[in-house]
């Protein structure tokens, strides 16, 4: 399922006519409970044949390790035909080392929905746990059933282990250290509305509603100027793995981008005569702030953000 996800993610970014991706889950009530528990087991003989669990141990090879892995990701981030020939190489040795290949595939994919340039929505319509909830940590947005009884839980700690999928690192990010620490540790189950209160999901409806409300909020989300939407998840995503100072300078290359495109030319011209015709005016024809809000937030100002 990761290299067929890693490929539609591939050729959707591609796709300019996409705003918005939604992923939720094929059958009535089912998200993702867990990660497959014959691959989880398969893992400790994996990484003895390639003898990484001796690695780990050595604390000079492991030092390498570490610094070939960062060079590696570096690597693939800078360019797609490394990436697409280390996925293949890896795939090569799926037969003989399959959870090495599933590991790499899976960083891919989960950064590979992060750094989309659409909006992502988890639709999370069932029980979601271990790497149900690390997939869906990469997502702008997560919504889930609220009305059904479904649990969201990141249990790893209770067989041994921990949140391998990315889960201690973008926890942390997501609703703070404490938080996560406490949540990881306990691995315990929230409820949709626990969920909501520590920021971990955006918000959940009833089951009856789920998939219109979903969609909705979809359809508003696909009204935004993609560019803008692009910059602003470049500029969080890549600025937090970095100092302030980096962070406000890739916010300034970014702010320059979204002040060259001809929608940002574009809707600006159309608010200032807005302003102009509908604010600076006698008290008793002035627009409300809210109507002014709303016809903004509708992308009124514009027949449409063409992302260019």
């Known amino acids: 399922m990761l290299?067929?996800?890693?490929?539609?993610?591939?050729?959707?970014?591609?796709?300019?006519?996409?705003?918005?991706?939604?992923?939720?889950?094929?059958?009535?009530?089912?998200?993702?409970?867990?990660?497959?528990?014959?691959?989880?087991?398969?893992?400790?003989?994996?990484?003895?044949?390639?003898?990484?669990?001796?690695?780990?141990?050595n604390r000079v090879s492991r030092f390498f390790l570490v610094h070939m892995l960062n060079f590696t990701g570096w690597l693939m981030d800078a360019s797609a035909w490394y990436e697409s020939a280390t996925l293949k190489m890896a795939k090569s040795f799926?037969?003989?080392?399959?959870?090495?290949?599933?590991?790499?595939?899976?960083?891919?994919?989960?950064?590979?929905?992060?750094?989309?340039?659409?909006?992502?929505?988890?639709?999370?319509?069932?029980?979601?746990?271990?790497?149900?909830?690390?997939?869906?940590l990469c997502f702008d947005f997560r919504f889930m059933v609220g009305d059904q009884g479904f649990a969201i839980g990141q249990p790893e700690c209770l067989i041994g282990i921990i949140p391998g999928g990315g889960g201690t690192q973008r926890l942390p990010r997501l609703i703070g250290r404490p938080k996560a620490l406490e949540w990881m540790m306990r691995g315990n189950l929230l409820s949709p509305e626990e969920a909501k209160q520590i920021g971990l999901i955006t918000d959940y409806f009833n089951k009856e509603t789920f998939r219109d409300t979903v969609q909705e909020f979809a359809d508003l989300m696909g009204k935004r100027p993609p560019v803008a939407i692009d910059a602003i998840k470049k500029s969080v995503h890549e600025g937090m793995n970095g100092?302030?100072?980096?962070?406000?300078?890739?916010?300034?290359?970014?702010?320059?981008?979204?002040?060259?495109?001809?929608?940002?030319?574009?809707?600006?011209?159309?608010?200032?005569?807005?302003?102009?015709?509908?604010?600076?005016?006698?008290?008793?024809?002035?627009?409300?702030?809210?109507?002014?809000?709303?016809?903004?937030?509708?992308?009124?100002?514009?027949?449409?953000?063409?992302?260019?």
């Open 3 to 57: 290299e067929e996800l890693f490929l539609l993610i591939k050729d959707v970014e591609k796709d300019d006519s996409i705003r918005v991706f939604v992923m939720t889950g094929g059958l009535a009530d089912i998200y993702i409970m867990h990660f497959s528990i014959p691959e989880l087991q398969r893992i400790s003989e994996d990484n003895e044949k390639v003898f990484l669990n001796r690695m780990v141990k």
């Open 94 to 136: 799926r037969e003989k080392v399959p959870s090495l290949f599933l590991w790499l595939q899976m960083t891919r994919l989960y950064l590979a929905i992060e750094r989309m340039n659409k909006i992502t929505i988890a639709a999370i319509n069932g029980p979601c746990n271990g790497g149900g909830v690390e997939i869906s």
């Open 243 to 308: 100092t302030l100072g980096k962070g406000l300078v890739l916010e300034m290359v970014q702010s320059i981008r979204c002040f060259d495109t001809d929608d940002a030319k574009t809707v600006i011209k159309n608010y200032i005569k807005l302003i102009e015709e509908k604010v600076d005016v006698p008290e008793e024809e002035r627009m409300s702030p809210a109507e002014l809000f709303d016809i903004m937030e509708h992308a009124r100002l514009v027949e449409r953000f063409y992302g260019k």
